[in-house]
């Protein structure tokens, strides 16, 4: 037998740790190896086993989630998913996190709401895989057995039809459509940074909880050239601009003549995830065809892997993000997997190559 994901739970709140680990230990492949209701004392069960993941608080006594996680990335650095409440202070604070070394964010369970409690309960174990299998500075690569009971994945179809087949009539204007997972805002930011003013409009799913998505949008504005938002519905997608999926909502791209704009709606979990990357690249295999190319980024899982075949048999171009440079190499293996993928290249060249393409005619 494989051994399995050892987690240690940090968060002051006694309800936040038993639920997480209520939540966790549903997992066949995770085991809760201990928890703590604060950084010392999560330090000392440290110093005793060493997780393969920490579940970690922002806020708490004694010592903040941001100074332990800088603590652990210069010692001993182990995959840290941040644990925050929805609040906008604590999403600009949680964003720092991943800029330390976070893997990923996770939102507090909202206790008694028990469709929220099952969603959550997947988003959790998949956050809680994807930092286990996360190439980690100085972390020993271990292997882990990935195998549990799977609920049902919902595809693209419960949100939009396929596309017809027929590809789209191209017009003057190319269409940029990018998903990512785990590792994705680091990754985005390398990208988005490097687009011109006039660069192609984009629309991007960023898998990342609600409210997050909306201060993720704000440092991203203040650090590129090109205007970055978060997408609210029939935002038009112009040159120089990014649109980037709320949280917890679909995002799909839309036409009207020769005018592109997002469609912003709710929706089921779709491969496990709202938004999802297959719910964007299927309406951009719709609405966009040869006028569009996609870029697949760092992440676990397969979602945008259907949709990106789908834009590519309508005509699209399609880049997938290589795996050294990638912090979990799912989302583009499954892509590139499946044929949908026209190259493969490291993430600082994905720029310069969608440009090349957007200029080709």
Same mark, same amino acid.
Request: glycine share 8%; hydrophobic share 45%; proline share 5%.
């Given at each position: ?7 240690l ?15 966790l ?8 190896m201990?928890?703590a209701?604060?950084p010392?004392i999560?330090?000392?069960?440290i110093m005793k086993?060493?997780p393969?993941?920490?579940v970690?608080?922002v ?7 941001i100074?332990?996680?800088k ?7 182990i995959?840290?998913?941040m644990?925050s409440a929805l609040?906008?202070k ?6 720092r ?12 369970p909202r206790l008694?709401?028990?469709k ?11 956050a809680?895989?994807a930092?286990a299998l996360?190439?980690v500075?100085r972390?020993?690569?271990?292997t ?10 919902l595809?693209?179809d419960? /949100?939009?039809?396929?596309?017809? %087949?027929r590809?789209?009539? #191209? ?5 940029i459509?990018? @998903? +990512? *997972? ?7 930011r ?5 687009l011109?003013?006039?660069?192609p ?5 960023q898998?990342?909880?609600e ?6 949008s704000k440092r991203?504005?203040?650090l590129?050239?090109i205007e970055?938002k ?5 935002d038009?997608?112009l040159r120089?601009?990014a ?13 009207s ?7 912003v ?5 779709v491969?496990?995830?709202?938004p ?6 299927r309406s ?6 040869s006028?569009?190319?996609? /870029?697949?980024?760092?992440?676990? %899982?397969d979602?945008?892997a #259907?949709?990106?075949l789908e834009m590519?048999?309508t @005509? +699209? *171009?399609?880049?997938a ?11 583009p293996?499954?892509a590139i997997?499946r ?6 290249l490291p993430?600082?060249?994905i ?8 200029s080709?005619w």
């Amino acid at each position: 037998m494989k051994k399995k994901i050892k987690v240690l739970i940090v968060d002051d709140s006694a309800v936040a740790r038993q639920t997480l680990e209520e939540v966790l230990s549903s997992d066949p492949a995770i085991e809760v190896m201990a928890k703590a209701s604060d950084p010392l004392i999560a330090a000392k069960k440290i110093m005793k086993e060493v997780p393969d993941v920490i579940v970690l608080d922002v806020e708490m006594p004694r010592m903040d989630g941001i100074t332990f996680l800088k603590k652990i990335m210069s010692q001993h650095p182990i995959p840290v998913v941040m644990c925050s409440a929805l609040t906008e202070k604590g999403c600009e604070t949680t964003l720092r996190a991943l800029e330390y070394g976070a893997i990923d964010i996770i939102t507090k369970p909202r206790l008694g709401v028990k469709k929220f409690l099952k969603e959550s309960r997947i988003i959790i174990c998949d956050a809680v895989k994807a930092a286990a299998l996360a190439r980690v500075r100085r972390m020993s690569k271990g292997t882990f057995s990935l195998r549990n009971r799977v609920e049902k994945k919902l595809t693209a179809d419960a /949100v939009l039809p396929p596309p017809t %087949g027929r590809a789209m009539v #191209r017009t003057t204007d190319r269409i940029i459509v990018v @998903g +990512a *997972s785990t590792g994705g805002t680091e990754a985005l930011r390398i990208f988005l940074e490097a687009l011109p003013l006039d660069a192609p409009g984009v629309a991007i799913v960023q898998h990342m909880p609600e409210h997050f998505t909306t201060a993720f949008s704000k440092r991203l504005n203040d650090l590129c050239r090109i205007e970055v938002k978060e997408a609210a519905n029939g935002d038009s997608v112009l040159r120089g601009r990014a649109l980037i999926g709320p949280g917890n909502r679909h995002i799909l791209l839309k036409r009207s003549g020769a005018r592109y704009y997002v469609d912003v709606k709710d929706g089921p979990l779709v491969c496990r995830h709202r938004p999802s990357v297959d719910v964007l690249f299927r309406s951009a295999a719709r609405y966009a065809g040869s006028n569009a190319v996609g /870029v697949i980024m760092t992440g676990m %899982g397969d979602d945008g892997a #259907r949709g990106m075949l789908e834009m590519k048999q309508t @005509g +699209a *171009s399609n880049i997938a993000q290589d795996e050294a440079t990638s912090v979990v190499f799912g989302m583009p293996n499954e892509a590139i997997k499946r044929g949908a993928v026209d190259r493969v290249l490291p993430l600082r060249a994905i720029a310069g190559a969608v440009l090349r393409e957007c200029s080709r005619w």
